[in-house]
């Protein structure tokens, strides 16, 4: 093992040298940081300083470095070193920036400085260089589940980067909902006609390309392995089992449409003259098929008025049908309306709505639409009552504010997408009492009526078969801080099974989705980690001879990468890692760590801080920022120079959820006088880029009020902020704000001890 051999890095530049005694930097790194080797440079980020640095680790055997200039967000090209542990002390957007350029603040200014460079030192000094994930999977093939639109596109994007593509579809041929349309909406200029729906063009490209094999007639019977070494079983039709090695999985299984026979105000099953828009479609395909325009069920004669009702069982505020808007009904409604004015223009057709929705396209096609003589009228159906050949339409028009009805050959049914995504593995399951009452006929409705949907994946992950859901039965994926990712590591969804949205948004979904999944089986081969911390080689560790086998971190994972040996310890698939720390937040005897991650990282860094005595009026307030949301935040209101407290001394975590109590306790031991976390937002909206991470540690801090009572502090000594990246002017003032409360209350009675 090579000997440890230690440096510092004081930059100069971006004015650092002119607003810091750079020199009174120096002895702190050498002094209190105790650095083997503690270089000053004018702009360490140029050529000259990036080729000192290599210069003392290929040539004085510089093993550990603390790079002190601007924040570790910031030059990560220049700063790339990656045979050494290295640590950034924030000396720019952390200190100068958020503090005022006077006489009267230089001395915090400067003490601020001097303890950041104290932290870097003490931060690498714990660290070890990561040597990367040693079970990695060499895999370059791309599993694709589901043969529609967004599956194809998935296959056919990742074909044209060189990758091998295994597509799996259930049904006998390729092309999902988009093969029963008749027509599609325009996706391009001048978005005046619907147009051919594509598939066929789809069909045979992926018939002609040898990089993709297809399976129809086909399903996945068991997952198992991790990102670059999946190993995945495919029931085929004669009803044997095909063997797969993959490297990454895109879930492309899209939608049903919501079942218009819960919709019994609707006429829906009492008259064939009331359809759902799929069913449309089917007649007017038939019909062109025939060269014949579009007939009336009942009889078969021609359809000479027809209503389109929008939102049929959507944006249902009471949560007994769908609470979304599905964002591609309206669209639809003025594209089949089409069918019936271009096939003979004095057909009566009106569209009711609430709000026309069309994304995609602005309003041109639905101007074209009017311009073919299309009614859209605003108004909310409350009845559609058969009438032998013809329905009754009674509705409330919105604009006049008074009820009315209207005649109908033909009754249209906007009534939305349900997503396909397997098996609910949050839902409750039924005790099997209760499923011998449901066989007997004694077991509430509720029980009675809920049928278990079949999985997809049929993952061998101890959490469930399939992935986690979010609202409404989409996969959880939030659309704001990672689309296509999951819960699950190397498995990404793409198109409606994640959110509603029409083809040509699915198609762009499957296009980020094959990039996201290419990325996550090149960053396997490595040893890397994924998103967010892509690139990551550190994986974690566990001291087994100090694990109480409290099972903490096994259920805590957001992820699925921890599951327990024959002997019950914690058992890592570093694969699956996101390297999120929440595993290591969970742990109360505090033997998870990782290399350049760890309660001793932190903890050092904690009593690294420079602790004034209870005479000297300077408070010293920690603040642990999630490096995702919080820490930007903050680096962008340096960047804009917004001014916040001397006091208060900020380290990046890598999520609130790998906050170990430890810190804290050991922090307000130290003489701290406030402890201020920062994470993301969590619940239905979270933000957390770790999914549940912030909740979990919020969880946690929860209890940290008894701690508090202990030792005799105020409870409010702690306190939890949500931070979003875009709060960079607000969080400065929250800062403030808090800092004010501290210095209201007496100095810490643990100052000096």
Not at 458 to 485: A, V, W
Request: overall charge negative; hydrophobic content about 40%; charged content about 25%.
């Amino acid at each position: 093992m090579a000997e440890t051999k230690t440096a510092a890095y004081i930059c100069k530049g971006c004015e650092i040298g002119t607003r810091l005694d750079t020199d009174a930097l120096v002895k702190a790194a050498t002094k209190s940081g105790k650095m083997n080797i503690v270089r000053e440079h004018d702009f360490l980020c140029s050529a000259e300083g990036v080729a000192m640095i290599n210069n003392d680790i290929e040539n004085e055997g510089v093993t550990h470095a603390a790079l002190c200039a601007c924040s570790r967000r910031a030059k990560t090209e220049a700063f790339n070193f990656p045979t050494i542990a290295m640590s950034r002390g924030n000396l720019r957007e952390g200190v100068i920036w958020i503090r005022p350029d006077t006489d009267e603040a230089r001395e915090t200014t400067q003490e601020m400085a001097e303890d950041y460079v104290r932290m870097a030192c003490a931060e690498v000094k714990a660290m070890t260089v990561p040597p990367g994930n040693q079970k990695t999977g060499s895999v370059k093939t791309l599993l694709v589940v589901g043969g529609g639109m967004s599956g194809m596109t998935s296959a056919l994007e990742s074909s044209k980067a060189g990758y091998k593509v295994v597509l799996v579809e259930k049904s006998a041929a390729l092309g999902g909902w988009a093969a029963k349309l008749h027509k599609r909406v325009p996706t391009r200029e001048p978005y005046k006609a619907p147009e051919d729906n594509g598939v066929a063009d789809l069909v045979a490209r992926i018939e002609a390309d040898s990089n993709i094999k297809v399976y129809l007639n086909a399903t996945i019977a068991k997952t198992d392995g991790a990102p670059g070494r999946f190993k995945v079983e495919i029931a085929i039709e004669s009803g044997a089992i095909a063997q797969e090695d993959i490297g990454a999985i895109i879930q492309a299984t899209g939608f049903t449409l919501y079942d218009a026979n819960k919709l019994p105000e609707f006429a829906y099953g009492k008259t064939p003259n009331v359809v759902d828009q799929a069913g449309l479609e089917a007649l007017a395909k038939a019909a062109a098929a025939e060269g014949k325009p579009i007939t009336r069920p009942s009889d078969g004669q021609p359809v000479k008025s027809v209503v389109f009702v929008q939102c049929a069982g959507q944006r249902d505020a009471t949560g007994t049908h769908l609470q979304y808007c599905s964002g591609f009904c309206c669209n639809t409604s003025i594209k089949q309306a089409m069918y019936f004015k271009d096939s003979n223009p004095d057909i009566d057709t009106v569209v009711l709505f609430t709000d026309l929705r069309t994304p995609g396209n602005g309003e041109d096609f639905y101007r074209a639409a009017q311009n073919k003589g299309v009614i859209f009228s605003k108004g909310v159906v409350s009845q559609v009552t058969p009438n032998g050949n013809s329905c009754t339409v009674k509705f409330t028009d919105l604009i006049l504010n008074e009820d009315t009805e209207a005649q109908a050959d033909l009754v249209v049914l906007a009534t939305g997408m349900v997503p396909v995504s397997g098996v609910n593995i949050d839902a409750p399951v039924a005790a099997p009492a209760e499923a011998e009452a449901a066989v007997e006929g004694e077991a509430p409705k509720e029980i009675v009526a809920t049928i278990a949907p079949e999985s997809i994946l049929n993952l061998t992950y101890r959490q469930g078969p399939d992935m986690p859901q979010f609202k409404h039965g989409f996969t959880d994926s939030h659309f704001i801080c990672f689309p296509y990712e999951t819960r699950r590591t190397g498995i990404y969804t793409a198109g409606p099974v994640r959110r509603p949205m029409d083809i040509l948004q699915a198609q762009e979904d499957a296009t980020g989705a094959a990039m996201k999944a290419i990325q996550a089986m090149e960053n396997a081969g490595l040893g890397k980690a994924a998103h967010p911390r892509a690139g990551d080689l550190s994986f974690p560790t566990v001291r087994l001879e100090g694990c109480t086998q409290c099972k903490r971190c096994t259920v805590e994972c957001p992820f699925g990468a921890i599951d327990e040996d024959e002997k019950r310890f914690p058992l890592f698939n570093e694969s699956r890692c996101r390297r999120c720390g929440t595993c290591m937040g969970a742990c109360p005897v505090r033997v998870i760590s990782f290399e350049n991650y760890s309660v001793n990282t932190v903890g050092a860094q904690i009593k690294a801080v420079d602790v004034p005595d209870e005479f000297s009026e300077k408070p010293r307030i920690l603040i642990l920022a999630c490096e995702n949301d919080a820490y930007p935040a903050l680096d962008m209101a340096g960047m804009n120079h917004h001014e916040y407290d001397p006091y208060v001394r900020v380290i990046p975590v890598r999520c609130l959820g790998s906050v170990n109590t430890i810190w804290i306790t050991d922090a307000l031991n130290g003489g701290y006088d406030g402890v201020m976390l920062m994470g993301c937002k969590h619940g239905e909206d979270y933000q957390c880029h770790f999914v549940k991470g912030s909740e979990l540690g919020r969880y946690r801090l929860s209890k940290v009020g008894d701690t508090l009572k202990g030792m005799n502090l105020e409870t409010d000594r702690v306190k939890d902020i949500e931070v979003a990246i875009t709060d960079m002017a607000t969080l400065p003032q929250k800062i403030n704000e808090y800092a004010a409360l501290i210095k209201s209350f007496p100095p810490s009675p643990f100052k000096g001890f």
